[in-house]
């Protein structure tokens, strides 16, 4: 009698697209930024976050507050737009502003824009043509595509994201540290924290919420050892 085959093994669980993550139609998310390990408040930082149907516009603006604005004021603005698919964010536009207030347009900087049909992105000051990756974001949808992956997507090891800065292409692979709880001013808030390290030296930690899956600390130290800490004070969710 021949012997019976071993029955085949159980493929391995899809993970759910990530459109079964829902995001707020409208989110506003106010950080108060920290410089430093003895807390010194410098400044705040606003997301807003707007769905159109399928579409996408993510808007960050940070400014410097308090003593800091009296000798050195500063404003920062990022812009993101594109489209919201079952594999995440594509971004379609980045852009960078300095400077400006109260609507008053900043001095252009940094941008990125996604030709995806040609498979090509151009950057300004960096390179104006170069290959397109898929799952390819810039550095404002990044922090919303993490939210949006399943959730056992950043596993024991690493998670991979290619991020055009609008000067390169980065690849940034996030650790898991595990999950936390993170004391806010709204609250004590469950969070997945992940960490990446630069060839530079630099860092970036991230703490994205269990519940909503946004983004509620980030954390990033220069590569001179400079600390700049974002934390949650305020969110509003449609």
Avoid: C
């Avoid at 993101?80 to 379609?92: F, V, Y």
């Avoid at 207030?101 to 900087?109: F, H, Q, R, S």
């Avoid at 000067?167 to 004590?188: C, D, M, Q, W």
């Amino acid at each position: 009698m021949a012997p019976v085959a071993d029955a085949p093994a159980a493929p391995p669980p899809v993970a759910k697209p990530l459109a079964s993550v829902p995001l707020p139609k409208r989110v506003r998310i106010r950080f108060a930024i920290v410089r430093g390990e003895q807390g010194l408040v410098v400044g705040r930082s606003e997301h807003f976050l707007k769905l159109d149907g399928n579409a996408y516009t993510l808007r960050a603006v940070a400014e410097t507050t308090g003593i800091a604005a009296l000798f050195r004021p500063a404003t920062v603005t990022q812009f993101s737009e594109g489209d919201l698919l079952p594999e995440g964010l594509r971004p379609r536009v980045f852009r960078v502003e300095r400077g400006g207030a109260n609507g008053t347009p900043g001095t252009p900087g940094d941008t990125a824009n996604f030709d995806w049909a040609a498979g090509r992105v151009s950057m300004n000051p960096g390179p104006r043509d170069l290959p397109v990756e898929a799952g390819m974001q810039d550095m404002l949808s990044m922090f919303y595509q993490i939210g949006l992956l399943p959730p056992g997507a950043v596993g024991a090891e690493t998670l991979a994201l290619t991020v055009a800065t609008g000067k390169k292409i980065e690849r940034y692979v996030f650790a898991r540290v595990g999950e936390e709880k993170l004391s806010t001013p709204l609250g004590e808030k469950a969070a997945l924290h992940i960490k990446t390290v630069g060839t530079s030296g630099d860092a970036t930690e991230i703490w994205i919420g269990i519940e909503r899956r946004l983004p509620l600390r980030i954390r990033h130290v220069d590569r001179k050892g400079e600390i700049f800490d974002q934390l949650v004070d305020e969110m509003e969710i449609e």
